[in-house]
C-alpha cells in the first residue's frame, strides 16, 4: 500500500486548520454577551468577503455564465453553511463550552452515513456503520456529561442541540458539494457562497440586533474578535486546508480534523479556565476511532 510521507511543510498545513478553527470556538465563546451570535456571523463572513473579492474578482467576471447557471444551487449551498451552520455554532457557543461544541462536531461522519442514506442514496459497508456508531457512542458520553439519567429526562444544555443542528446543516450541504459543486475555482465558489449567505443572514441579524435592550457596545475586545474570525478560521484555514488536502490526500487530513476538540481542550484551559472532564476524553476515544473505523478501505 502507497503511504504519504509527511514533511514539516504539509505538517502544519494538515495541523494549522484545526488549530484555526478550535480558536474559532474559543473566540465565539468569548463573543457571547458581547456581540449578538448571528450578528457576529453576519459581521465575520462581511469582512472574509471583502478580503476575498480583490483576489477572486477576476474569477468572477471570468465564469460569470456558470455563476448564473449554478444561482439556485450557489444560493443553497451559502444558506446551509454559511448562513446556517455558522450561525448555529455561534448559537451554541453562548450556552456550550467550546470543548463540547468542537467534540459534537468532530462527529460530521456519523450524520453524513445517515443523511447519505437517507436523502443521496448512498451505500455503506459494515465498518462505515460501526465507525457512525462508535461516532454517536461519542456524542452521547459529551450529550449526557457522562450521566445517563440525562438521556431519559433529556436535560441537554440548550447549546448542544444547536450544534447537532448545526452538524446536520454541514453535513447536507457536504453531499451538496459532493453530488453537485459547480465546476469553479475555490476562491469564486467561496465568495459566492460568501455573498449568498450574507444576504441571507442580513434579515435575521437585523431581528436580533432590533431585539437588543441595549445598543451594541463596540470595544477592542469586539474589534480583536470580529477581526480574528473574519481572517483567521473563514478564510485563511480553508485555504491552507485546500493545500493540505492537495499535498496529502483527501484521506489523510480527516484524521487531523480530530485535532479540533483536543486543541479546544487545551485553549479553553489556557484562556477560559474550562477544564476538560473526564467525559470528554471518552467522547474524543470513541469519536476518533469511529472516523478511523469508517475511513480504513
Same mark, same amino acid.
Given at each position: 500500500?502507497?503511504?504519504?510521507?509527511?514533511?514539516?511543510?504539509?505538517?502544519?498545513?494538515?495541523?494549522?486548520?484545526?488549530?484555526?478553527?478550535?480558536?474559532?470556538?474559543?473566540?465565539?465563546?468569548?463573543?457571547?454577551?458581547?456581540?449578538?451570535?448571528?450578528?457576529?456571523?453576519?459581521? *465575520?463572513? !462581511?469582512?472574509?468577503?471583502?478580503?476575498?473579492?480583490?483576489?477572486?474578482?477576476?474569477?468572477? /467576471?471570468?465564469? *460569470?455564465?456558470?455563476? *448564473?447557471?449554478?444561482?439556485?444551487?450557489?444560493?443553497?449551498?451559502?444558506?446551509?453553511?454559511?448562513?446556517?451552520?455558522?450561525?448555529?455554532?455561534?448559537?451554541?457557543?453562548?450556552?456550550?463550552?467550546? !470543548?463540547?461544541?468542537?467534540?459534537?462536531?468532530?462527529?460530521?461522519?456519523?450524520?453524513?452515513?445517515?443523511?447519505?442514506?437517507?436523502?443521496?442514496?448512498?451505500?455503506?459497508?459494515?465498518?462505515?456503520?460501526?465507525?457512525?456508531?462508535?461516532?454517536?457512542?461519542?456524542?452521547?458520553?459529551?450529550?449526557?456529561?457522562?450521566?445517563?439519567?440525562?438521556?431519559?429526562?433529556?436535560?441537554?444544555?440548550?447549546?448542544?442541540?444547536? /450544534?447537532?443542528?448545526?452538524? !446536520?446543516?454541514?453535513?447536507?450541504?457536504?453531499?451538496?458539494?459532493?453530488?453537485?459543486?459547480?465546476?469553479?475555482?475555490?476562491?469564486?465558489?467561496?465568495?459566492?457562497?460568501?455573498?449568498?449567505?450574507?444576504?441571507?443572514?442580513?434579515?435575521?441579524?437585523?431581528?436580533?440586533?432590533?431585539?437588543?435592550?441595549?445598543?451594541?457596545?463596540?470595544?477592542?475586545?469586539?474589534?480583536? !474578535?470580529?477581526?480574528?474570525?473574519?481572517?483567521?478560521?473563514?478564510?485563511?484555514?480553508?485555504?491552507?486546508?485546500?493545500?493540505?488536502?492537495?499535498?496529502?490526500?483527501?484521506?489523510?487530513?480527516?484524521?487531523?480534523?480530530?485535532?479540533?476538540?483536543?486543541?479546544?481542550?487545551?485553549?479553553?484551559?489556557?484562556?477560559?479556565?474550562?477544564?476538560?472532564?473526564?467525559?470528554?476524553? /471518552?467522547?474524543?476515544?470513541?469519536?476518533?476511532?469511529?472516523?478511523?473505523?469508517?475511513?480504513?478501505?
Amino acid at each position: 500500500m502507497k503511504t504519504t510521507r509527511i514533511d514539516a511543510t504539509t505538517l502544519f498545513l494538515l495541523t494549522f486548520p484545526p488549530l484555526a478553527w478550535a480558536g474559532n470556538a474559543i473566540v465565539g465563546r468569548l463573543a457571547a454577551g458581547t456581540v449578538p451570535p448571528i450578528t457576529l456571523n453576519l459581521v *465575520r463572513w !462581511i469582512i472574509a468577503a471583502l478580503l476575498l473579492a480583490p483576489y477572486a474578482w477576476r474569477g468572477v /467576471m471570468t465564469h *460569470r455564465a456558470a455563476l *448564473r447557471q449554478h444561482l439556485a444551487m450557489l444560493a443553497t449551498m451559502g444558506l446551509l453553511s454559511i448562513a446556517s451552520y455558522n450561525a448555529f455554532q455561534y448559537l451554541a457557543l453562548t450556552t456550550s463550552t467550546p !470543548i463540547n461544541v468542537t467534540l459534537i462536531g468532530a462527529s460530521t461522519p456519523l450524520f453524513l452515513l445517515l443523511i447519505g442514506a437517507c436523502f443521496f442514496h448512498e451505500r455503506f459497508r459494515p465498518w462505515q456503520v460501526a465507525g457512525a456508531l462508535l461516532c454517536l457512542l461519542g456524542v452521547s458520553f459529551v450529550l449526557m456529561r457522562g450521566e445517563p439519567e440525562r438521556l431519559a429526562h433529556l436535560e441537554f444544555v440548550p447549546g448542544d442541540l444547536y /450544534m447537532l443542528a448545526a452538524t !446536520i446543516t454541514w453535513s447536507f450541504y457536504t453531499w451538496l458539494l459532493r453530488k453537485h459543486r459547480p465546476d469553479l475555482p475555490l476562491p469564486v465558489l467561496l465568495l459566492a457562497q460568501i455573498v449568498a449567505g450574507v444576504i441571507a443572514s442580513i434579515p435575521v441579524a437585523a431581528w436580533e440586533l432590533g431585539r437588543l435592550t441595549e445598543p451594541l457596545q463596540w470595544s477592542g475586545k469586539v474589534a480583536w !474578535i470580529l477581526l480574528y474570525v473574519g481572517t483567521v478560521p473563514s478564510l485563511l484555514a480553508y485555504f491552507v486546508w485546500d493545500r493540505a488536502i492537495s499535498r496529502a490526500g483527501a484521506q489523510l487530513p480527516v484524521f487531523f480534523i480530530t485535532l479540533t476538540p483536543l486543541f479546544a481542550a487545551v485553549l479553553s484551559t489556557v484562556l477560559l479556565g474550562e477544564s476538560p472532564h473526564w467525559y470528554h476524553g /471518552m467522547g474524543l476515544v470513541c469519536i476518533g476511532a469511529g472516523i478511523w473505523l469508517a475511513q480504513r478501505r
